[in-house]
């Protein structure tokens, strides 16, 4: 019985390998492959002759090598499998429906408060997702899987919102993951922004170039995913990444701690200056001597956010998304700065801005459907 277990643990490995690889690098041919898997040229005949008959990829071309041979080139079908990404912030839900090349073919956004009742929350995902199924003329029996991200801690097995911010109350004691499978019977998988972010760049983006990095969102909190040896690391109570809640002393209540979001996130300034939107703030901070001073306040701290993660985690890159990414070159040159100052240690972590936060995070939502569908093809492609 353990042999024939393990045999098909292998066989199921074996096929996400090569998935991830056709997803990743096509077109490609069986050769190649063979090379970058690691697995014996027969082997991949047999899963791509599988997939084949599946109608799960295509053949889409020969390339000549340099003996004069002809390699046949394999690429995943765009329309094999459809993706539902749901984007939930404390300002929108934001959907959008992907094919297989992890196109966005349609998508819908409504502004949302985390003000909200739980009533009117539900409410408004199920009419941002119904109106997309309508507008793109798609069934639901059509889609494979729903992603969703959260800004806050979640149990990514349960579905559950864990540790809910006190300015973020609409979904608490709410399940997402079962409301949604409850309405559509789909399988639906649901995790923070930070760690979706970390897919989306895994997946998409910067992050293929890396084998360990972070990726930091700063906005009105600040949180972080981390993938580790190619793999996203939740923790053992799915609560890694929470940069935003380690502590500093706080320097208004001189006596206490408090957590360094409290002054590095959006709330801190929407707060502390009543009537003006975050835009406006970004917009004209170097312009208000008390602007641009809270605003130098938040940069130090995301610094030391940074300093952390680097001298605790040692990642190759931090990749920075969020609202304060718009900075761009104002905030990456204060917090290069802030790193050669401080850092112990030689320079070895590379810090970059991507300021395409919402369509990175949306994206990164079908990521994370994307890598449950490849991770057990049999449950979830292959009927």
Not at 63 to 87: A, H, N, P, Q, W
Not at 332 to 351: E, H, M, Q, S, W
Request: aromatic share 10%.
């Amino acid at each position: 019985m353990k042999n024939a277990i393990n045999l098909e643990d292998i066989k199921r490995s074996n096929r996400t390998t090569v998935l991830e690889i056709l997803h990743n690098n096509a077109p490609i041919s069986r050769s190649e492959i063979a090379t970058i898997s690691g697995l014996t040229k027969t082997s991949v005949t047999n899963i791509i002759n599988e997939l084949l008959n599946y109608n799960y990829i295509d053949e889409v071309g020969t390339e000549t090598t340099k003996s004069g041979r002809r390699k046949t080139l394999l690429k995943i079908k765009k329309d094999s499998f459809k993706i539902l990404g749901v984007s939930i912030s404390r300002r929108y839900i934001y959907v959008g429906l992907f094919d297989a090349d992890s196109n966005l073919l349609y998508e819908n956004k409504k502004d949302f408060s985390s003000k909200n009742t739980n009533f009117e929350s539900e409410s408004i995902l199920f009419e941002c997702i119904d109106e997309l199924l309508k507008n793109s003329n798609t069934k639901i029996s059509n889609i494979n899987g729903i992603g969703v991200s959260i800004p806050a801690p979640v149990n990514p097995i349960l579905g559950k919102v864990i540790a809910t911010p006190s300015y973020y109350e609409a979904w608490k004691n709410i399940s997402i993951k079962d409301i949604l499978i409850e309405r559509y019977g789909i399988n639906t998988w649901i995790d923070n922004d930070a760690n979706v972010g970390a897919l989306s760049e895994k997946w998409y983006g910067i992050g293929k170039n890396y084998k360990n990095f972070v990726y930091l969102v700063a906005d009105v909190g600040l949180g972080s995913g981390i993938i580790i040896n190619n793999s996203l690391y939740r923790g053992s109570s799915y609560m890694s990444g929470e940069i935003g809640h380690t502590f500093i002393n706080d320097f208004i209540k001189k006596d206490e701690f408090n957590f360094i979001e409290e002054y590095s996130g959006i709330r801190y300034i929407l707060n502390k200056y009543k009537g003006i939107d975050f835009e406006y703030f970004l917009n004209n901070y170097s312009k208000n001597k008390d602007y641009e001073k809270d605003m130098n306040i938040m940069i130090d701290l995301i610094s030391i956010s940074i300093l952390n993660i680097i001298t605790l985690i040692d990642p190759q890159a931090i990749i920075l998304g969020g609202s304060l990414s718009y900075l761009k070159e104002t905030l990456l040159n204060r917090v290069n700065n802030n790193i050669k100052k401080y850092l112990f240690g030689p320079i070895r972590t590379k810090i970059i801005i991507n300021s395409e936060f919402e369509k990175d995070i949306l994206k990164g939502s079908s990521a994370l459907v994307l890598e449950k569908l490849f991770s057990d093809p049999y449950k979830y492609l292959l009927k």
